[in-house]
């Protein structure tokens, strides 16, 4: 697993393995890529732009067919919502 840690939020990016990944599908192929996972992990005092950045850029990306290549989800230590300085409350 690849693993690149912020301020006060990590991302982790890793393939059904548990393997850094990527998928590659040539132009004007219809198949579709498998997505490589990304977690966004949020806890107590995550840092809005910590959060959102990463789940923007990788939600972003696609090939050159258009397919989306990463399947981006949040999480965290446990279910329960955690607070970003005064500003939103995000529920892994």
């Known amino acids: 697993m690849l693993s ?12 059904e393995k548990g393997a850094a990944g990527n998928s590659s599908v040539q132009a004007g192929s219809e198949e579709k890529p498998e997505k490589t996972k990304v977690a966004i992990l949020a806890f107590a005092g995550v840092e809005l732009l910590d959060f959102a950045g990463p789940a923007e850029a990788f939600s972003a990306v696609q090939d050159a067919n258009g397919n989306d290549l990463f399947d981006v989800y949040t999480g965290g230590l446990t279910a329960d919502p955690v607070d970003s300085p005064g500003v939103v409350e995000v529920k892994p």
């Open 4 to 15: 690149v840690a912020g301020s006060s939020s990590a991302v982790a990016v890793a393939d």
